[in-house]
């Protein structure tokens, strides 16, 4: 895939981010989508667990056991990249718990934590990397595969929007205007791009770093799918069971679109 084409699907998640960020804002477009924003966390959490599991990974091994030369050396790749996709899921727990304690994603982000100006922006700072790698992820994977991009191009839009309006509410949660919410979107927006943009400049350069930023970077989504959607659908379902049942919807999605794209 040219550079052009994956700066194209760059724009797009970034976009959402964006959007997420106007729902928050425009507090009348808000009240008329929250229902929705709730089912739409549920979705990217199924789609997204899926997508890992049954597209990238698959890919990953395949990738890492293509170098070997033996057995012995396709054990050791396979390690490799598991423990690529630990560091890139703990990379992100380091990030939203420790540089920026009780980070906490969706509506419901709690106020107290984030009531400071400086907190609001170290919280910002750490959703950056975490949407930095967003965009590694759909990048990484489009450079490997087209159909595998196609794949985590949707599971990652699916969360965007959700995390726009994360990063809009920590900003007016610290008593910042709308004009500065919207601006944490953009900049949460750009680092997205950045991901992608640093992918496709290695594309040219060094197409061999694509094997180890696709398990790292799937070990990004999966915390985001895991450690950060799962627990707000779980928190959400005790206003709305249904939203659980959602989850499983996205997997279905997920088998859908993967049966369509083949």
Known sequence: MNV???????????????CGGVLLARPGTFHRS????????????????SAIFIEIMP???????????????????????????????LLIHF????????????????PEAVVRPSAAYTAIGGLSIHTFFDGVSVASAFVVDR??????????LLHKVPEGFT?????????RTPARALGATLIIGAATLAGVLCVALLQTRATEAVVYALPFSAGVTLYVAASD?????????????????????????FYALHVLIG
Not at 43 to 48: Q, T
């Open 34 to 49: 929250k229902r929705a924003l709730r089912y739409l966390v549920a979705l990217g959490a199924g789609f997204m667990l």
């Open 147 to 156: 159909k595998v991009g196609l794949l985590v191009f949707v599971a990652v």
């Open 229 to 253: 959607l799962i627990p707000e659908v779980n928190h959400l379902e005790h206003k709305n069971p249904f939203v659980s049942l959602v989850v499983f919807v996205g997997v279905a999605l």
């Open 59 to 89: 890919e990953v091994f395949a990738l890492w056991a293509g170098k070997a030369t033996s057995d012995v050396a396709a054990s050791e790749g396979v390690l490799g990249a598991m423990t690529l996709l630990l560091g890139g899921y």
């Open 4 to 18: 052009g084409e994956l700066l194209l699907f760059g724009s797009l998640v970034a976009l959402a981010n964006v």
């Open 167 to 175: 990063a809009a509410s920590i900003m007016l949660a610290s008593g």
């Open 95 to 110: 990030f939203e718990h420790t540089i920026a304690p009780h980070f906490h994603f969706g509506e419901e982000t709690h």
